[in-house]
Each structure stands twice: as structure tokens, then as C-alpha cells.
């Protein structure tokens, strides 16, 4: 085990491609730490680079005392867990457990004693007579990982590992990944492009876009206090509500004004966020969360923290339904927002010529449907705030 340091990592590949810009990561020793991003935002050469399949370009990357830039990958010590997992079809999960420590020489009781024991962890004890083509694809998985684990590596490097399953055994595998990481404490590197997967498995969180590191932290502070519109966009399931708003100072009040509403600010805002001061007079960007809001007649609603529309759409999910609803103001279009849709694969954000779809995530108590007037109780002391020019978080 070891912790695995990136300074000023770069790659640029043969035929000019920028895939990775001045990675900075300090993974610590026994971290579970997930790269999440958009396709192509440099994951998995960032990963690559650390297992020593991939030349770096600038950097150094360092695992546990050692700088292992020069150091061959088979020499590095760390393990590899990809999306398509090979596994050899005529032995069984035993043997194709025990491979890699039999290629080595180890002494036969050494082998049986690892294999049982990483068995154990991965619930395959009573599967090790068993062919892969007898397995289901998550004890295939399971197998793939036992062959990585075995060997007791300084570090786990997985790229995509669960993408091949389908969502509900994904969703179990996540869970059993880490379980696993905790209970045999390898430092780990997850990559990912699900930000779900990425907010439920990680310590920490490693956002990347276009190459650069956007912010890297525990996944509820990336969640309450994204760096920029990116983050805030990226992480989240409905996203974050994002609007272009104007700042207002009115009798020593502040007003975030959406045309036919006003949003009051309260006084906490303006505390933790003393910049949003120099934006009276201007357009900002202003976020918020759907759960952030709730159906008025089922809060206690004050002046200033109510939005008045029309509900698009009403999604019943059970323990919570999502209304949709238009605001009077102009979409945020930046190179962000766009990128975003692009990944989420609807490449148009929605123009619709009532304005900005929002979306609230409502208590299934309330009574809105399709068609009638909404008035969306907003938690104003929640909101958030971003430079529309810069896209950067408006704090101090
Ligand atoms: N061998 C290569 N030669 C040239 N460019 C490459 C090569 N491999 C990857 N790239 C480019 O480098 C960038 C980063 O690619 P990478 O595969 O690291 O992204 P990723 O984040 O893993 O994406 P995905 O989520 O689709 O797996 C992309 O623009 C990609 O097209
Ligand atoms: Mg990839």
C-alpha cells in the first residue's frame, strides 16, 4: 500500500492531442479516490500514465517512496482492473485467481492461502470449481478483481470497471467495490464517467475537464460548493438549476430578480459570499438545487422566496416528484452549459420561448399537475452564485 502523487502531470499524445494539462493529485495512502468527467476529458490516460502504459509527457508521478516515471509498468507494482475483463475460459475461478502468483513462482501453500482469502472477501468460496461461462457477469467481475487483489498491489487502478454491466447489478457491484477497497485498504483509482458512481464510491472526488482538474474534494463538498458552473453542473441527478438573474440592492435589500419574480437574499448569503456585493447592477449566474425548492402550500414561504409558473411537467418518482416549470429569464448559454448538455446528449439546451425550464424536486404530497400554476418555494439561503463571464463560484 502507498500513496500515489501526480505533480504537474501532462500528456500530450503523437499526433498533438492535448489529452492531459498539469495534473496535481496527492492520493493517500488507503484512498478511494474516483476520476470523474465528460468522454474524452483525459481519465483514462491520466490512468494509463500512472500504470506505466502510457509515456508521460511532463510531471512526475510518484508511488509511495518512489518516483516511478522510468520505472516499467510490470516493475510499478499496481494493478489494473479494466471495463472488459479477460478471463481465461477453460479455468476455473480458482485458477484464474491464482495466475498471476503461479507465473511468479510462489510457493503452492503461499498461492492456496492468497486465493482463499481474496475468495472469502469477494463471496466466491463456493464458486472456485467453476468455469467463467457458469458465472454470472458480476461473479465474472468479481473474479477479474480477485486476480488484481491477489497479487497485493501498492495500488488499484480500475477504469470503467462496471460500464460492461447492466444497471442493477452495477449498482450492487458498486456497492461490494467498496466494501472490498475498505476491507483490504488499497489505495485506489476509480475512473468513471457516471458522477453518480463516482459521489457514492469516492473519498474524494477528482473532477477533470478537457484535461484540467477542476476541483478534487470529499463529494458532498463538491456537491455544496462547486468551484464553477462545471462542477455544479456535472455533479447532481436532475442538475442544478441555472439561471441568468440580475442583482438588485433596494433599501439596503438584495434581489436576485427573475423578471416576474424577485428572489430576497438573506443576510447568511451575503455573509458567506461578501464578492456578490460588487455584482448589484449585473447579470449573474444563479444556481439551484431542485430539492433546494418545495410546492409553497407545503412550506412556510416568506416574501422574496417564491417563484410564480406554469407546471410543463409533473414526474411522479415515488419518494419525491419533479416539476417542471418555465422562469421568465434567458438561459445560461456558456461554454460550460454546453459542453454539459453535450454530454448529458441533449446538445440543445432548452430554448423554449417561455424562458428557462427549472426543475423542483417537490414533497409527494403535493397536489400540482400538468398545466396548473405553480409557486415554487425557493430556499434562498441555499442558492448559489457564478461570474457569467468566468464561470467561477462567486465567494469572497
Ligand atoms: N492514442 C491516442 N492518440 C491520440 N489521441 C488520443 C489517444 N488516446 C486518447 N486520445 C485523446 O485524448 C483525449 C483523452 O482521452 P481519454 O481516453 O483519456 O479520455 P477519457 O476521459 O478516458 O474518455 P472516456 O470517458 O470516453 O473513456 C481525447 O481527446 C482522446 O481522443
Ligand atoms: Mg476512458
Excluded at 496535481?24 to 470523474?36: K, M, P, S, T
Excluded at 461461462?133 to 465474472?140: A, I
Excluded at 488484481?148 to 477504469?159: C, E, N, W
Aim: proline content about 5%; overall charge negative; glycine content about 8%.
Amino acid at each position: 500500500m502507498a500513496e500515489v502523487v501526480l505533480t504537474g502531470l501532462g500528456k500530450a499524445y503523437g499526433d498533438g492531442t492535448r489529452a492531459v494539462t498539469d495534473l496535481n493529485l496527492d492520493i493517500r495512502d488507503g484512498e478511494f479516490l474516483v476520476l470523474v468527467g465528460p468522454s474524452g476529458c483525459g481519465k483514462t490516460t491520466a490512468l494509463r500514465m500512472i500504470a506505466g502504459l502510457e509515456q508521460i509527457t511532463e510531471g512526475t508521478i510518484r508511488i509511495g517512496e518512489q518516483v516511478v516515471n522510468d520505472v516499467p509498468s510490470r516493475d510499478r507494482d499496481v494493478a489494473m482492473v479494466f471495463q472488459s475483463y479477460a478471463l481465461y475460459p477453460h479455468l476455473n475461478v480458482y485458477d484464474n485467481i491464482a495466475f498471476g502468483l503461479t507465473l511468479r513462482k510462489l510457493a503452492k501453500s503461499e498461492i492456496d492461502h492468497r486465493v482463499r482469502e481474496v475468495a472469502e472477501v469477494l463471496e466466491l468460496t463456493e464458486h472456485l470449481d467453476r468455469k467463467p461461462r457458469n458465472l454470472s457477469g458480476g461473479q465474472r467481475q468479481r473474479v477479474a478483481m480477485g486476480r488484481a487483489i491477489v497479487r497485493a498491489p501498492q495500488a488499484f487502478l480500475m477504469d470503467e470497471p462496471l460500464s460492461n454491466l447492466d444497471a442493477k447489478l452495477r449498482v450492487q457491484m458498486r456497492a461490494q467495490i467498496a466494501r472490498i477497497q475498505r476491507e483490504i485498504g488499497v489505495t485506489t483509482v476509480y475512473v468513471t464517467h457516471d458522477q453518480t458512481e463516482a459521489m457514492t464510491l469516492g473519498d474524494r472526488v477528482a473532477v477533470m475537464r478537457r484535461g484540467v482538474l477542476q476541483q478534487v474534494g470529499p463529494p458532498q463538498e463538491l456537491y455544496d460548493r462547486p468551484v464553477n458552473l462545471f462542477v455544479a453542473g456535472f455533479i447532481g441527478s436532475p442538475g442544478m438549476n441555472l439561471v441568468s438573474a440580475r442583482l438588485e440592492e433596494n433599501d439596503g435589500r438584495f434581489w436576485v430578480s427573475l423578471n416576474s419574480d424577485a428572489l430576497l437574499l438573506p443576510e447568511s448569503v451575503l455573509r458567506q459570499r461578501p464578492a456578490l456585493r460588487q455584482y448589484v447592477g449585473r447579470d449573474v449566474v444563479v444556481g439551484i438545487r431542485p430539492e433546494d425548492m418545495e410546492d409553497t402550500a407545503l412550506a412556510d414561504a416568506r416574501e422574496g422566496e417564491i417563484l410564480h409558473s406554469v407546471a410543463d411537467l409533473v414526474e411522479a418518482m415515488g419518494s419525491d416528484v419533479l416539476v417542471h416549470f418555465p422562469v421568465d429569464v434567458p438561459p445560461v448559454v456558456t461554454d460550460d452549459t454546453r459542453e454539459l448538455a453535450q454530454d448529458a446528449g441533449t446538445d440543445d439546451l432548452p430554448k423554449t420561448s417561455k424562458g428557462t425550464v427549472l426543475v423542483g424536486r417537490f414533497s409527494p404530497r403535493t397536489r400540482i399537475y400538468e398545466g396548473q400554476p405553480v409557486a415554487a418555494w425557493v430556499d434562498t439561503s441555499r442558492l448559489h452564485f457564478f461570474d457569467p463571464a468566468t464561470g467561477s463560484s462567486i465567494w469572497k
